[in-house]
C-alpha cells in the first residue's frame, strides 16, 4: 500500500492497520525525517517493510516520477491528502484559496488519475481517495473547501465510473469529522466525530468488501440525504 499523506493522523492511522494486517508499506511525506519515526515502530511494531518517500503532493511535476521510482507499482494507493485551511482567510485571499483547492482536489486527482493508467495496463489495483461530505453541498461557512472536495469526490466517481469494467477499484472515503490536529480548536459533536482509527478500520473493510462509497460513520449518510435534497430557500437559512 502507497500512503499519500503519511504524516497525518488518518494516514498513519490507515497505515498502522494495513500493517497489522501483515502488508507493506510505502508512506509519502514532505519532511521524510518527521515520518521515520513513525515508520520504525511500525517496522518494529508489526514486522512488516515500510519504506518512506520524500514528495510534495503540491509539485505536480514529480507525480509521475514518485511512481517511477517505487520498487514496484503498488496493489493499493491511498490518498490521504487535506487542507481545511482558514475560511475567513480563504475566501478573501486567492493564494489562500487555490492553496486550498489544490491540495484537496487539484493535485490529488491529478496523482490518482495517472496510478488509474498505470493500474488499468497492468489489470488491477485499488484506489482509495480519501473526501468529505463537505463536498456534497456548499456550505456558507466552508464553501472553499467543500468545492475542492467536491471536485474530488465527482473525479473519484467519474474514475470509477470509467473503469468499472476493469478489476481496478475506485473506493471514495468520506470521514465527516474527525478527530485530527487538522480539526483541533474546533468544537465538533461527538456523535458525528470519528476517531482517525476508525478512518483506518473503514478503508481496510471497504477494499476487502469492494465498497464504492462509505461514510466512516454510518450516521452521516441519513444526514447528507436530507441536506442534499433540502431546497435552496431553505439550506441558505441554516447557519452551519
Not at 475566501?91 to 487539484?106: C, F, H, S, W
Not at 473503514?202 to 433540502?230: C, E, G, L, N
Request: hydrophobic residues 45%; glycine residues 10%.
Amino acid at each position: 500500500m502507497l500512503v499519500v499523506g503519511g504524516t497525518s493522523d488518518m494516514g498513519r492511522a490507515i497505515a498502522h492497520r494495513h500493517a497489522a494486517a501483515g502488508g507493506a508499506l510505502i508512506l509519502t511525506a514532505r519532511d521524510t525525517a518527521r515520518m521515520e519515526p513513525d515508520a520504525q515502530d511500525i517496522r518494529l511494531r508489526y514486522r512488516t517493510e515500510v519504506t518512506v518517500v520524500g514528495f510534495d503532493l503540491l509539485a505536480l511535476e514529480t507525480h509521475a516520477g514518485l511512481l517511477d521510482g517505487l520498487p514496484a507499482l503498488p496493489d493499493i494507493v491511498v490518498c490521504v491528502a487535506g487542507l481545511l485551511g482558514d475560511h475567513t482567510v480563504s475566501r478573501g485571499d486567492p493564494i489562500a484559496a487555490k492553496l486550498v483547492m489544490e491540495t484537496n482536489y487539484v493535485a490529488p486527482a491529478l496523482l490518482l488519475g495517472l496510478v488509474a493508467n498505470r493500474f488499468e495496463a497492468r489489470g488491477r489495483g485499488v484506489i482509495v481517495g480519501i473526501s468529505s461530505v463537505a463536498g456534497e453541498r456548499g456550505r456558507a461557512s466552508n464553501y472553499v473547501y467543500g468545492s475542492a472536495k467536491a471536485g474530488f469526490t465527482a473525479f473519484l466517481s467519474g474514475l470509477r465510473a470509467r473503469l468499472s469494467r476493469t478489476s481496478v477499484r475506485v473506493v471514495t472515503i468520506k470521514p465527516g469529522f474527525v478527530a485530527t490536529r487538522m480539526t483541533a480548536g474546533l468544537k465538533l459533536p461527538p456523535v458525528l466525530t470519528a476517531q482517525p482509527e476508525e478512518v483506518g478500520a473503514a478503508v481496510a473493510a471497504a477494499i476487502r468488501r469492494h465498497k464504492d462509497v462509505v461514510y466512516v460513520r454510518s450516521i452521516w449518510q441519513p444526514i447528507m440525504t436530507i441536506i442534499r435534497h433540502m431546497p435552496e430557500t431553505m439550506f441558505k437559512r441554516i447557519k452551519y
